[in-house]
C-alpha cells in the first residue's frame, strides 16, 4: 500500500509535476517510472503508481517477465540449494562463477492458485518490497549522514514467467526430506505463473539456533541491530515490523570493527568476530521519495491471535500502539523487536563459554537493559541515550 505523506493543502491533481513532499528526508514523488494515481481504501486515499506493474518491469530493467532460463543466465551461478522457506516462497544458495555467494528468494506472484494456503500477493502489494529491499540495501553506500552494511544487500530483481525448473524442484525435495517443508510442491505451479525474484548477498545463518561463543558475542550482534535500525529508522522512518530470529542472519566477520554514521555521527563498534544483517521487509514500513509503503494487516486476524511464543504478543502490541492503523509511524515497533530480541539472547543456554568474566558481565548487562527498554518510544533514542548522549538532530541535514 502507499500513503502519501503531503500536507493537507495540496492540490489534489493527476500531475506528478504538482506533488511535493512535506517530508525533509525526500526529494519528489518523481523518481516513479509509472504515473501517479489516487486510490481510496476504507475511507482514505493513498497514492500509488497507476500500474505497478510497470513500476516492477521498470526496477527489474525489463520490457517483460523473462523465462527463468534467461534469468538464471543472468545470474552466472550454480544453484546449489535450498536453505529456507516461508509462506511467501523459497530461498535458494547459489555461487557464482566467481565463487562468490549469492542468495535466490523466489516469490510467485498475481496468479489464482492459493499458496501455502494464501492468496498470491499482487504486483501491487509486492512493489513495496522492492522498493524498500533496494533503499536500505543503498544505506551501504557512504554518506557521512546516514550510512550502514548492516541490511542485506540487493544485486538484482527480476520478473520471471514460466514452469518451476526442475533443478529446483529437485533442491526443493532434497530440502523436504532433510528438514521438512511446509510449503507446497512448486512443481504444482502452473506453466504460465508469474515469479519476483531477489538475489542478495548471502549473510550466514539465521539468528535462530546459532551458537554463540559467549553472551559478549550476542551482545555485540545486539549492538550492531541497535545501531542498523536507528539509521533506518531515521533515514526513512523505517518499521521492520517483523524482526524475529530468522530475519536476523549472523556471519563470521575478520573486520574488528562496523562503522555506522546516524544525523552525521560517526558511532564504531567492536564486532566481537561476528556481523549481523537484516533481512524481510514484507510487513515493513517506509516513507519513500513522499509516499508512505507499508503492509495493511489491519484485517489478519490470524495474526494477533496465536500464541505459544513472545513474537506474538509484539504483533499484538504493534496492532495497539498503531491503533490497526498501519500507515502510521511509531517507532515503538522497533522497541518491541529490540526487547523480544534481549528476551531471546538473554535465555539461550548453548553458549560455548558460561564461566567467563566477560560472558557473565554481558549477560548482565542485557537483563538489566531488558528491563528497561521498553521506557523508550524510538530506537534513535535508546542511541541517543547509550551511544551517543550528545547526538543533536538539528544537527541533521539531508
Not at 544458495?93 to 498470491?120: D, R
Request: with cysteine; proline share 3%; glycine share 4%.
Amino acid at each position: 500500500m502507499y500513503m502519501h505523506q503531503a500536507a493537507q493543502s495540496m492540490i489534489e491533481t493527476g500531475s506528478n509535476d504538482e506533488l511535493h513532499s512535506s517530508d525533509a528526508h525526500d526529494v519528489s514523488v518523481h523518481q516513479f517510472v509509472a504515473p501517479l494515481t489516487w486510490k481510496t481504501v476504507a475511507d482514505q486515499r493513498f497514492l500509488c503508481p497507476q500500474s505497478p506493474k510497470n513500476e516492477i518491469l521498470a526496477r527489474c530493467v525489463q520490457q517483460e517477465p523473462i523465462s527463468f532460463e534467461k534469468a538464471l543466465a543472468n545470474l552466472d551461478a550454480v544453484v546449489e540449494r535450498k536453505i529456507g522457506e516461508g509462506v511467501y516462497g523459497e530461498v535458494y544458495l547459489c555461487t557464482k562463477s566467481s565463487g562468490v555467494q549469492s542468495v535466490l528468494k523466489l516469490i510467485p506472484i498475481e496468479g489464482s492458485l492459493l499458496i501455502n494456503g494464501e492468496k498470491q500477493k499482487t504486483y501491487e502489494e509486492i512493489l513495496s518490497e522492492v522498493i524498500i529491499s533496494a533503499e536500505l540495501s543503498s544505506l551501504r553506500q557512504h554518506n557521512v549522514q546516514f550510512c550502514t552494511d548492516g541490511f542485506v544487500e540487493l544485486r538484482s530483481v527480476s520478473c520471471l514467467v514460466g514452469k518451476y525448473p526442475e533443478r529446483l524442484v529437485e533442491l526443493w525435495e532434497e530440502y523436504d526430506k532433510k528438514h521438512g517443508s511446509e510449503n507446497d510442491r512448486p512443481s504444482e505451479f502452473p506453466s504460465q505463473q508469474l515469479y519476483i525474484a531477489f538475489e542478495t548477498a548471502f549473510g550466514g545463518s539465521d539468528l535462530d539456533g546459532f551458537r554463540f561463543k559467549n553472551a559478549q558475542q550476542a551482545f555485540a550482534i545486539y549492538a550492531q541491530i541497535v545501531l542498523m535500525l536507528a539509521v533506518a529508522e531515521k533515514r526513512y522512518d523505517f518499521e521492520h515490523r517483523d524482526l524475529h530470529t530468522g530475519n536476523i542472519l549472523i556471519e563470521p566477520t575478520k573486520e574488528s570493527e562496523r562503522t555506522f554514521y546516524i544525523l552525521g555521527e560517526e558511532i564504531i563498534i567492536q564486532t566481537h568476530g561476528l556481523k549481523a544483517t537484516i533481512i524481510d521487509y514484507t510487513l515493513s514500513r517506509i516513507v519513500y521519495n513522499g509516499l508512505c509503503l507499508f503492509n495493511d494487516l489491519s484485517t489478519d486476524e490470524e495474526l494477533f491471535t496465536a500464541e505459544g511464543d513472545y513474537q506474538f504478543e509484539i504483533y499484538r502490541n504493534m496492532k495497539s500502539v498503531l491503533k490497526n492503523q498501519w500507515n502510521s509511524h511509531s517507532p515503538k515497533t522497533n522497541v518491541y523487536w529490540l526487547h523480544y530480541l534481549l528476551d531471546k539472547l538473554t535465555s539461550l543456554r548453548n553458549f560455548r563459554e558460561k564461566t567467563s568474566r566477560a560472558h557473565k558481565a554481558a549477560m548482565k548487562t542485557m537483563k538489566e537493559l531488558s528491563g528497561i527498554l521498553l521506557r523508550f518510544n524510538s530506537v534513535h533514542e535508546i542511541v541517543c541515550h547509550y551511544f551517543v548522549p550528545q547526538l543533536d538532530e538539528s544537527n541533521k541535514e539531508n
